[in-house]
């Protein structure tokens, strides 16, 4: 798995993908764990009652995209 994530994280951010989003079921600690491990924040959605994921990859190059931004 922490394989298969790095190559993601490193395909997207060699193509200019400005972050990452994900969506982990609060029972899957193996996921949560690994998502820690490489740098995503974490963000409890009591709503949903899901865990948000996002990790940043690029720099924004202009204002108007952190309007498209997650929260980290």
């Known amino acids: 798995g922490k394989q298969l994530m790095q190559i993601m994280i490193d395909y997207l951010t ?3 993908v400005l972050q990452m989003f994900g ?3 609060p029972h899957n600690p193996g996921m949560l764990n690994l ?3 490489l740098g995503f924040t ?3 959605n009591h709503e949903e009652g899901v865990v948000e ?3 940043n990859l690029n720099p924004l190059k202009y204002a108007w995209q952190r309007k498209r ?3 980290a």
Do not use: I
């Open 14 to 16: 060699n193509r200019g």
């Open 23 to 25: 969506t982990v079921l």
């Open 35 to 37: 998502n820690r491990r």
């Open 42 to 44: 974490l963000h409890h």
């Open 53 to 55: 994921v996002t990790k």
């Open 69 to 71: 931004m997650y929260p």
